[in-house]
């Protein structure tokens, strides 16, 4: 504390320094239970550092403007550091570099357009897709007793950069793997269950026969499979990704096949973690892979199971 004496300022205690750091973590939808597990394990790093984590976002993945409006926010009150999982590719580029200017950025789940960010935690999005075609594929050789048919994606909201990498993992591995699996159509929505809903319905509509479809984040997922159990297709297999109560219910039913989950509760914990060790000019990683898992009936009982699709929100 020579500088703080030198300038006839008052030195901080440890415990008075460390009540002094507040670190925002600013997630996509502040209604979803996705982004409630991850500011459920921010506020638990918070309460573990002794650090203030305060939890805001907009309330829509689809409101990118009202989550660049939360970042400036943020970056305007001078806290230690700033946890952000941006909501669009481009869009967030440019607000995050300029913020990082000023304070230290540390990026979970999505990546965006800029090289700003001090530490980045997110899934392996490549890898998660591809785990989807994995199971997609053993799902409807399971059913229809071989894998081949046609199958479609449907995507949340465009350029997005955790989807869009679901989505080319999917694909490599559906052409390396299952050839006989045919990609007919990439539908995209607008962030909305309702929206996921419809899009369901015109596939199956359109393509009674289709044996596969893979929904690449919470909302999507949501929407199709409710259509699915209205609709019961018998030559259907569904994959989903991320995870609420109803759809742990589906897959124990057999309505979807399958859940490709992330561990947002330790995404939102080390990215608070991370946020305060960079703040105070201690070495981090570049990037962290935080883990991606394949739950379906076979094993969604299982402790590591529940553990993972039942964290305390508080």
């Not at 994606?153 to 999917?170: A, C, E, H, T, Y």
């Not at 199709?224 to 259907?236: G, N």
């Not at 490709?260 to 305060?276: C, E, F, N, S």
């Not at 060790?277 to 962290?288: C, D, E, I, L, T």
Request: glycine share 8%; aromatic share 4%; net charge neutral.
């Amino acid at each position: 504390m020579i500088g703080a004496v030198a300038l006839g300022l008052p030195a901080l205690s440890p415990v008075q320094a460390r009540a002094a750091e507040t670190i925002p973590v600013i997630v996509k939808d502040t209604t979803a239970q996705y982004w409630q597990i991850v500011m459920a394990g921010a506020r638990k790093a918070g309460k573990d550092l002794g650090v203030n984590v305060q939890t805001m976002g907009a309330q829509s993945e689809a409101d990118i403007a009202g989550q660049i409006s939360a970042l400036e926010n943020a970056t305007a009150s001078h806290p230690a550091a700033i946890v952000i999982a941006p909501t669009q590719f481009a869009a967030l580029g440019p607000p995050i570099t300029d913020a990082a200017k000023s304070v230290k950025i540390i990026g979970i789940d999505s990546a965006a357009d800029t090289d700003a960010f001090t530490s980045f935690l997110t899934t392996d999005n490549v890898k998660g897709g591809a785990a989807a075609a994995d199971a997609l594929g053993a799902a409807i050789k399971a059913k229809n007793g071989s894998a081949t048919g046609n199958v479609a994606i449907i995507v949340s909201l465009p350029g997005v950069g955790s989807l869009d990498q679901r989505v080319k993992g999917f694909k490599a591995e559906l052409a390396s793997k299952y050839p006989d699996l045919k990609i007919i159509a990439v539908r995209v929505a607008d962030g909305q269950v309702t929206t996921g809903l419809n899009i369901a319905n015109d596939l199956l509509t359109a393509n009674p026969d289709l044996a596969g479809l893979f929904c690449v984040n919470l909302t999507m997922s949501q929407g199709a499979s409710q259509a699915i159990a209205e609709i019961k297709p018998p030559k259907l297999s569904m994959v989903a990704f991320d995870s609420d109560k109803k759809l742990a219910g589906l897959v124990r039913d057999g309505t979807v096949a399958a859940m490709i989950v992330q561990d947002p509760y330790r995404m939102g914990y080390d990215g608070v973690k991370t946020a305060l060790a960079a703040s105070r000019g201690q070495p981090v990683p570049k990037n962290v892979d935080t883990g991606v898992n394949t739950i379906d009936r076979t094993n969604i009982d299982t402790p590591y199971s529940v553990a993972l699709l039942n964290p305390k929100l508080d």
